[in-house]
T-cell receptor
């Protein structure tokens, strides 16, 4: 069974902390994505990566960075967490130009 | 990427067909129409996609108008487990990105 696994379902962090959200996929997919989801705003793309060490900004990259050192792992980094980054974070992966994106279960991050 | 417009919410009686509309009037020739759904507390799940012909799979049917400016996702016999947010997305075959909107919240009523 194909799988995208996010390291935590729920996370509570303090303002100013450095936060790492991890995503691992076991399908040998080239493309990986990070989205955030907020009520009334749908899913918004933060960053995506189409190969190891390659990344592109999505629609809302401010306050975030990413790391893709290995093909199966894509990390989202909040350098200094702020309360407006409280959200549901979703990771996804696909093959290039594939028809179906596979999503993880999401990480609900609360910054206090 | 073309934008999509969907109604924010819909209700459907259990056992009846659920017809979810999507407007994508600015779609271009190489853009596909995709449908995903998100059940509460889970990540989005792929349902179906198409370019210009109608498509059917074990989950749903996708009807695309001849001018491709709108489409309808049909769940033929809705069950309570189909209660979810349904997203219509248009995506070029030459792009990596999936751009999600706010979707339609479908509630299937017993």
């Amino acid at each position: 069974d194909v799988k995208v696994t996010q390291s935590s379902r729920y996370l509570v962090k303090r303002t100013g902390e450095k936060v790492f959200l991890e995503c691992v996929q076991d399908m040998d997919h080239e493309n990986m994505f990070w989205y955030r989801q907020d009520p009334g705003l749908g899913l918004r793309l933060i960053y995506f990566s189409y190969d190891v060490k390659m990344k592109e900004k999505g629609d809302i990259p401010e306050g975030y960075s990413v790391s893709r050192e290995k093909k199966e792992r894509f990390s989202l980094i909040l350098e200094s967490a702020s309360t407006n980054q409280t959200s549901m974070y979703l990771c996804a992966s696909t093959r290039p130009w594939d028809t179906e994106a596979f999503f993880g279960q999401g990480t609900r991050l609360t910054v206090v | 990427d073309a934008k999509t417009t969907q109604p924010p919410s819909m209700d459907c009686a259990e056992g009846r067909a659920a017809n979810l509309p999507c407007n994508h009037s600015t779609i271009s020739g190489n853009e596909y129409v995709y449908w995903y759904r998100q059940i509460h507390s889970q990540g989005p799940q792929y349902i179906i996609h198409g370019l210009k012909n109608n498509e059917t799979n074990e989950m749903a049917s996708l009807i695309i108008t001849e001018d491709r400016k709108s489409s309808t996702l049909i769940l033929p016999h809705a069950t309570l487990r189909d209660t979810a947010v349904y997203y219509c997305i248009v995506r070029s075959s030459g792009t990596y990105k999936y751009i999600f909107g706010t979707g339609t919240r479908l509630k299937v009523l017993a």
